[in-house]
C-alpha cells in the first residue's frame, strides 16, 4: 500500500502563488506516474497534471498550462506542484494520486493511490 499526503494548502489573492507538496510513503513506489487533480464546490474531481517517473512525459489541463508546474523529487518520495498566478476559479481541494502501471494519464480511475487532499482558496 502507498500513502500519499499534501501540504501547502491555504489562503491566497488572486495573481498569487502556492506551492503544494505530497509525501509519498510505505510500500516502494519508484514506478509511479503521479498527478494532481482538483476538486471544487459542487464541482466533479478534475485532472490537473501528470508526471512520469523520469519527467520526460507530463501533462497539464489546459486552463492551468504555463502557469502550474509539476515536479518530483524521487529520492525524497515527493511530488509537488508549483502554483504561479491564481485565480478564483481554482479554489477547490487539491490531491494527489500515484499509479503504479506507469501511465501518464488525465482519468482518474487510472490512479490507485490517493491523498486526503489540501484546500487551495484563491480570493479575488
Known amino acids: 500500500q502507498v500513502q500519499l499526503q499534501e501540504s501547502g494548502g491555504g489562503l491566497v489573492q488572486a495573481g498569487g502563488s502556492l506551492r503544494l507538496s505530497c509525501t509519498l510513503s510505505?510500500?516502494?513506489?519508484?514506478?509511479?506516474?503521479v498527478a494532481w487533480f482538483r476538486q471544487g464546490p459542487e464541482k466533479e474531481r478534475m485532472f490537473v497534471a501528470a508526471l512520469s517517473v523520469s519527467g520526460n512525459a507530463v501533462r497539464y489541463r489546459e486552463s492551468v498550462r504555463g502557469r502550474f508546474t509539476i515536479s518530483r523529487d524521487n529520492a525524497k518520495n515527493m511530488v509537488y506542484l508549483q502554483m504561479n498566478n491564481l485565480k478564483p476559479e481554482d479554489t477547490a481541494a487539491y490531491y494527489c494520486?500515484?499509479?503504479?502501471?506507469?501511465?501518464?494519464?488525465?482519468?482518474?480511475?487510472?490512479?490507485?493511490?490517493w491523498g486526503q487532499g489540501t484546500q487551495v482558496t484563491v480570493s479575488s
Open positions: 510505505g510500500r516502494t513506489c519508484t514506478n509511479c506516474v
Open positions: 494520486a500515484a499509479d503504479p502501471q506507469g501511465i501518464v494519464s488525465s482519468r482518474d480511475g487510472s490512479y490507485n493511490y
